[in-house]
């Protein structure tokens, strides 16, 4: 999905929100992605770096 | 952001500073002078700092965080300028900050903030970023900045069309960032100026710099067709020339606020100016 899988610093999970609802996000290990559900958006990590831009992140299917 | 205007066009911003993440280094020793002097206003608090997020350093700023021994968190909207700032890096765009409330106890940008379309709306959220008494520091080119150039370009571009359009990004005054930070909500505010003379021999350089900083135009209602050609060589020769050398200032608003906390660790400060 988003092409590398360095994983994501721990330290940035414990301060991360959606930018879009301020809401918690899941850290989904497999697709390397973080989930915002209130938002239906996975944004990507990319070599390690989360991609917090909504333009950027895919959209969730219900 | 309803209701914001939307004077500046965020995806060229990104797009140039993508492009600039390659050439930065042009442009190193200008943004690690302003950095400097903006990272020195907290040598004269007693506060210690464990956490920063800084937005927009270029790869610049996080050295002089990590030489006073903070960690830092380099957030930028262009995710290869963010990985110039070392490990932590997260892409982000500073109208919508990704941060839980009370995360960091620093917030810098140096140089950075000029290019968001609700500047009000960035540094609230900057302060709910920023723990209770919690640091902010901002370098923002304010009016005055490239004025020069400025001017070349609309006599320049008046003469050859008969019309100007914006080239040069609108810049605040200083009294603008005051009434800002404050209505923020930020406690102490203070802002003052600072100033770094750009001396150039060969006027094309002066584009060049801006380039490599990321610094094109990105004013949404730019004149997006290619400008006539003689546009840029008019203007550049029509920019003041002293002993064979042109100047154009950097004129920076330096912001200081700190985040509400009874009691303000910030009061006990020696004045940061």
């Known amino acids: 999905m988003s092409g590398s899988k360095v994983p994501i610093d721990p330290r940035l999970l414990e301060i991360l929100v959606c930018p879009l609802t301020k809401g918690p996000l899941e850290y989904d290990r497999t697709n390397n992605e973080l989930i915002s559900r209130k938002a239906g958006l996975a944004y990507p990590i990319r070599d390690g770096i989360p991609i917090m831009l909504p333009d950027e992140a895919r959209k969730l299917e219900d | 952001m309803a209701g914001v205007p939307e004077i500046f066009d965020r995806l060229a911003v990104r797009r140039h500073r993508d492009r600039a993440a390659r050439m930065v280094e042009r442009v190193a020793p200008v943004l690690r002078e302003a950095a400097e002097r903006l990272v020195g206003r907290m040598d004269d608090t007693t506060r210690r700092f464990a956490l920063a997020l800084d937005l927009g350093g270029r790869g610049i700023v996080a050295p002089l965080l990590a030489a006073r021994g903070i960690t830092a968190v380099s957030a930028d909207l262009s995710t290869r300028m963010a990985a110039r700032g070392g490990a932590l890096a997260v892409a982000a765009d500073e109208e919508w900050l990704p941060f839980r409330a009370a995360s960091f106890d620093l917030v810098t940008a140096n140089l950075s903030l000029h290019w968001a379309n609700d500047l009000p709306g960035v540094l609230v959220q900057v302060r709910t970023a920023l723990k209770p008494d919690g640091l902010f520091l901002a370098s923002l080119p304010v009016l005055g900045t490239l004025d020069p150039l400025r001017t070349a370009l609309a006599e320049a571009e008046a003469a050859l069309s008969g019309g100007a359009s914006p080239r040069v990004s609108p810049f605040p005054t200083l009294r603008d960032c005051a009434g800002l930070l404050q209505r923020a909500g ?41 400008p006539p050609r003689a546009l840029f060589p008019a203007a550049l020769a029509a920019l003041p020339v002293e002993e064979r050398t042109i100047t154009l200032e950097l004129t920076m608003a330096m912001l200081t606020g700190w985040a509400p906390s009874p009691p303000q660790h910030g009061s006990g400060r020696a004045a940061a100016h």
């Open chain 2, 186 to 226: 930020f406690a102490l505010p203070v802002v003052d100026l600072d100033r770094i003379s750009l001396a150039y021999r060969e006027p094309l350089a002066a584009l060049h710099d801006l380039r490599a900083a990321g610094e094109t135009n990105a004013i949404r209602v730019r004149e997006r067709r290619t």
